[in-house]
Structures are given as C-alpha cells and as structure tokens.
C-alpha cells in the first residue's frame, strides 16, 4: 500500500511561481515513475509532468520550460516548481507514482491563479 500526501498549493497571481511538494510512503519499489496530473472545474484531467526514477523527465507543451518537476529519491518525494503561472493553470494538482504497471494517486492540491 502507498500512501501520497501534497502540499504547496494555494493562490497566486499570474506571473507568479508556487512549488508543490508530494511524499510518498508505504510499500515502494526502487523503479517508478512519479508525477503529476490536474484538473480544472469542468475539464478532463490532463497529464502536468512525469519523472523516472533515473530523472528522465516529460511535459506538455503547455508547461514546458515554466514548469520543472524533480525528485528526491531518498525521501520518497517529488516536487513540481511553477513559475509564471497563468489563470488557465488553476486546479486541482494530483500527485501519483507509478510502479507494479499501477498509479496510485493522493488527494490533490488546490492552484488557484488570479489574473
């Protein structure tokens, strides 16, 4: 059983930066894939980032080169640095790891970001 706790999220102005934090806990294996997904009110869940556990990264076009995820292997732990956030990159922000060909999931954090 893997347990993810998120933290970092909150309100921003446009322009601003936020970094999220995300611990991972339980039963992990040594390969994974970590990352993060969010969800803006009325649209689907869209992928944010990804990282492997050798550091090989993975963005969309709409964060790349704003958005730098990163982990810490020792600690179980992932973060994802927002930087010149825009209006459009409110959600929730879900932190997952994947690992068994399985993604667990926390319970989000709220970015709200006001123009």
């Known amino acids: 059983q893997v347990q993810l706790v998120e933290s970092g999220g909150g309100p921003v102005q446009a322009g601003g930066s936020l970094r999220l934090s995300c611990a991972a806990s339980?039963?992990?294996?040594?390969?994974?894939?970590m990352g993060w997904d969010r969800q803006a009110p009325g649209r689907q869940r869209e992928l944010v980032a990804r990282?492997?556990?050798?550091?090989?990264?993975n963005y969309p076009d709409s964060v790349k080169g704003r958005f730098t995820i990163s982990r810490d292997n020792a600690k179980n732990t992932v973060y994802l640095q927002m930087n010149n956030l825009k209006p459009e990159d409110t959600g929730v922000y879900y932190c997952?790891?994947?690992?068994?060909?399985?993604?667990?999931w926390g319970q989000g954090t709220q970015v709200t970001v006001s123009s």
């Open positions: 997952g790891l994947r690992q068994g060909g399985r993604w667990t």
């Open positions: 339980g039963n992990i294996f040594s390969i994974n894939a």
């Open positions: 990282i492997t556990s050798d550091g090989t990264t």
